[in-house]
Structures are given as structure tokens and as C-alpha cells.
Nanobody, 123 residues
């Protein structure tokens, strides 16, 4: 059974930082593009960033450029999302998802999903 597990969420003040991790269990993430997505209450799921098997990065939203960075640690079978200068509008449940080889153009193209980790940014 393939499993993705997100961790690293929490509550921070505006301007703070968090580092989310997406760990793969039962399969090797190096064979998959891994995307980060987020969903706030009452809103549709939004793509944040994706890293493919050649470590090419796709940013899905301009709102996180210069603040968020995705990276892969093959030895740890983990993909990270470093989140800096957090804003209240970043508050959401963050999910990682896997698709074979290449980053998808929408959440529907990803076949494997974690259960999410909550990020709350408030003063």
C-alpha cells in the first residue's frame, strides 16, 4: 500500500516560517513528481509548487513566489516545502501528492495524496 504523510504544520504569527515535509512509505518518491497543494475552508484546492523526477520545479501560484521553496531529499525519501514570510492568507490545510515522473497541470492529474497538515497564520 502506497502512503504519503505530511508533517511540519502548526500555528505561527505573520512573518514566521514553517518547513513542511512529505514522506513516502511503501514506494520510492524519486520515481514521482511531488506537488504541494493547499485548501482553505470554503475554497477550492489550489496548487502551490511541484518538483519532478529531474528536480525541475513548477510554481502553481504567484502568491508564494519568493516566499516558498520546494526541494527533494532522495536519501530521506522526502520532499520539503520551506515556507517563509507567512501571511494570514496562507492559512490552509496543506497536502502533498504524487504523479509518475512529471508535474501535473491540475490536482486531478495526481493519483496519490496524503491526509494533509494544518497551517494557521494569525496574530
Amino acid at each position: 500500500q502506497l502512503q504519503l504523510v505530511e508533517s511540519g504544520g502548526g500555528s505561527v504569527q505573520p512573518g514566521g516560517s514553517l518547513r513542511l515535509a512529505c514522506g513516502g512509505f511503501g514506494f520510492t518518491l524519486d520515481y514521482y513528481a511531488i506537488g504541494w497543494f493547499r485548501q482553505a475552508p470554503g475554497k477550492e484546492r489550489e496548487g502551490v509548487s511541484c518538483i519532478d523526477t529531474s528536480d525541475t520545479i513548477t510554481d502553481y501560484t504567484d502568491s508564494v513566489k519568493g516566499r516558498f521553496a520546494i526541494s527533494r531529499d532522495t536519501a530521506k525519501n522526502t520532499v520539503y516545502l520551506q515556507m517563509n514570510s507567512l501571511k494570514p492568507e496562507d492559512t490552509a490545510t496543506y497536502y502533498c501528492a504524487a504523479e509518475l515522473v512529471y508535474c501535473g497541470s491540475s490536482p486531478r492529474e495526481y493519483d496519490y495524496w496524503g491526509q494533509g497538515t494544518q497551517v494557521t497564520v494569525s496574530s
